[in-house]
């Protein structure tokens, strides 16, 4: 996931970039979580895939891996008031962030239903 996040580039990046870049770099793994876990880009659940990797990212954030930020979900990932930016070690200045609005253009409620973004990524979406 380190590297992941690294090659995102400099900055911090919101959690469903982080996502999105880890699915498509290892698509069987992240196939194999939605799968077990689910997304919610599939169903509405609790704990889905992308609990999962938070968690991991948390966990790498702890260990001084990667750098955590808190901050709003955007976009596709809106629905969440509360999501996680993540950046490399050491982390620059805040207000070199990306969205997951910003990225994709995804500013829409008729785009997060509809996110083709997502579906690309995301099995089963």
Known sequence: ??????????GWFEYGLVERAYAREDPDGFRRM???WGHTAVEKKRYTASSYLAGTLGRLSSMGLVAYHPGKGSG???????????????????????????????ATGDT???????KRYVPGA
Do not use: K
């Open 76 to 106: 596709r990932w809106r629905y969440n008031p509360d999501i996680s930016f993540w950046a490399t070690v050491p982390a620059g200045p805040w207000s070199e962030r990306t969205t997951w609005e910003e990225r994709f253009h995804d």
């Open 34 to 36: 939605v799968q077990r």
């Open 1 to 10: 996931m380190p590297a992941v996040v690294a090659r995102l580039g400099n």
């Open 112 to 118: 997060y239903v509809a996110d083709e973004e997502c």
